[in-house]
């Protein structure tokens, strides 16, 4: 699986930004994209994550209620919608695929995620 983000940029507190993510190559049934980010100094973190055939997601609980992923199978792309907007949330984002999403607690672990993309930088500037 290739991966490419695309749509990051530089926003002030409280605007949104809508990530791409485009997904090339063979998947499975179980397989998940997800989002994980990464700011300067710290551990990369998982954002979000949505089944690539189902319905299934998954979000941080620093990002719920303010970040949706959606998905548009047919032009092999997940997009991370990122409303309010906080400083905190100023981080190189990745996308990454795991061929076995497996529950929501396995879901969140970036070492079983096989394949990513490059990253993004998303600056919310207070």
């Known amino acids: 699986v290739q991966l490419q983000a695309s749509g990051g940029g530089l926003v002030q507190a409280g605007d949104s930004l809508r990530l791409s993510c485009a997904v090339a190559?063979?998947?499975?049934?179980?397989?998940?994209i997800g989002w994980f980010r990464q700011a300067p100094g710290q551990d990369r973190q998982f954002v979000a994550v949505?089944?690539?055939?189902?319905?299934?997601?998954t979000y941080a609980d620093s990002v719920k209620g303010r970040f949706v992923i959606s998905k548009d199978n047919a032009k092999n792309t997940v997009y991370l919608q990122m409303n309010t907007l906080k400083p905190e949330d100023t981080a190189v984002y990745f996308c990454?695929?795991?061929?076995?999403?497996?529950?929501?607690?396995?879901?969140?672990?970036?070492?079983?995620?096989?394949?990513w993309g490059q990253g993004t930088l998303v600056t919310v500037s207070s």
């Open positions: 990454a695929a795991v061929n076995n999403l497996g529950n929501d607690i396995t879901a969140t672990m970036k070492n079983r995620y096989r394949y």
């Open positions: 949505i089944r690539w055939n189902g319905d299934q997601v």
């Open positions: 190559g063979r998947t499975f049934s179980h397989t998940g």
